[in-house]
């Protein structure tokens, strides 16, 4: 908070004594950064005061403070009011560089929100901590909302396009018929973005043991390793690769720790090896993507890693192959719909494709 912020936020609280009014009591909250906008007279006596209540991408809700009492019996009324933001469309572009993807990310002033969102929308065909390599290329459009010309929220990726490797990846997102919230991403020529099993159900990992036969770290014996094995340290956090029902929380031989996820159509997940689990319960509904658990070394495991599974009516398949299954496109009148709304978000990426931008066009 600014001097002067903190200066009226002393003078309001002297004259209302004990905060009486609780609606004003948010400006004890503000956070650094937050812009606060005070009005005073001639006499420097404050007059009124504006602050950011919560905001989104299209209004801000602001607190206001009017004074209305005289000099001599100073006294302040609040309320909150909605207002609405400038909504711009912002574009960002770039080379991934030896520095990594993070930190490229960070150079070409992509806000974390939106790199998040990126990992997400691609998290079904892209594994971001394992494929991502240098000379990979991004375009990113989102839109942001603005209040009095400061960034009040940032808000959806609504086109990106990821060259990974020279094969290209295309997201837009669709509202559908209504243009609601209710959407899904798709590639520019309409396929649907969704996949039923993501590519790593562990952040920040390395394969260290593929599906197949192998030799048993353990037992020293050749046997078929039935999942895939991610090096990660103790704690990592591990996350559903489907949408199901937790099956099994507990321990098991060999596993340790494990917890059993089932989903539609015969297929199951394995997480096994792990430290603790992240609350969750038999028979608990659980949403991809959810964090489920923590990598550990429990069991029969020589390291701290995570073993996944996956099968389909209790037989063991290759994670990485299944995890790729393709999505049904849209056709029909639903694919007009769709071709006729993707053409303002493809000359926005066309622009990309030929500079590297860091600066807003609304």
Same mark, same amino acid.
């Not at 007279?41 to 607190?63: F, G, H, M």
């Not at 028979?283 to 489920?292: L, N, T, V």
């Given at each position: 908070m600014s001097g002067l912020a903190a200066w009226v936020v002393r003078e309001w609280a002297q004259c209302v004594p004990g905060s009486r009014d609780p609606s004003a009591r948010i400006l004890f909250n503000l956070q650094p950064d937050q812009v606060v906008q005070a009005e005073v007279? *001639?006499?420097?006596?404050?007059? =009124?005061?504006?602050? $950011? &209540? !919560? !905001?989104? %991408? %299209? !209004? =801000?809700? /602001?607190? &206001?403070?009017?004074? %209305?009492?005289?000099? *001599? /019996? $100073?006294a302040f009324k609040a309320n909150s009011q909605a207002a609405r933001n400038e909504m711009h469309y912002e574009m960002r572009s770039g080379t991934i560089t030896a520095s990594g993807f993070f930190r490229t990310m960070d150079a070409a002033k992509v806000p974390d929100d939106i790199v998040r969102q990126m990992i997400s929308i691609f998290s079904g065909v892209v594994d971001f901590q394992h494929d991502i390599v240098q000379g990979d290329q991004f375009r990113i459009v989102y839109e942001a909302g603005f209040r009095d010309g400061v960034l009040a929220r940032n808000g959806r990726v609504v086109a990106v396009e990821l060259v990974n490797r020279t094969q290209l990846y295309q997201a837009l997102w669709y509202g559908g018929a209504d243009g609601g919230n209710s959407g899904a991403y798709y590639t520019f020529d309409g396929r649907g973005m969704a996949r039923p099993f993501l590519r790593s159900p562990v952040e920040f990992s390395r394969l260290s043991s593929n599906f197949g036969w192998r030799i048993h770290p353990v037992h020293r014996q050749w046997i078929q390793h039935k999942g895939v094995d991610y090096a990660a340290p103790t704690g990592t956090r591990v996350f559903a690769t489907a949408d199901g029902t937790v099956d099994f929380v507990g321990q098991q031989t060999g596993y340790g720790n494990i917890v059993i996820l089932k989903h539609p159509d015969g297929y199951s997940t394995y997480y096994a090896h792990l430290s603790g689990f992240a609350?969750? +319960? $038999?028979? *608990?509904?659980?949403? +991809?993507? *959810?964090?489920?658990a923590y990598v550990g070394q429990t069991g029969w495991a020589t390291g701290p890693h995570l073993h996944y599974e996956l099968r389909f009516n209790d037989v063991p398949q290759n994670p990485l192959s299944v995890m790729l299954m393709e999505p049904v496109p849209l056709s029909g009148r639903a694919r007009q719909r769709f071709l006729s709304h993707v053409s303002d978000m493809l000359s926005r990426i066309h622009v990309l494709r030929g500079i590297e931008v860091e600066s807003s066009l609304g």
């Open positions: 007279d *001639q006499d420097k006596l404050l007059v =009124s005061l504006r602050a $950011p &209540v !919560t !905001t989104n %991408t %299209t !209004t =801000s809700l /602001e607190l &206001v403070i009017r004074r %209305t009492g005289g000099f *001599q /019996e $100073p609350g969750i +319960q $038999p028979g *608990q509904r659980i949403r +991809q993507g *959810q964090m489920i």
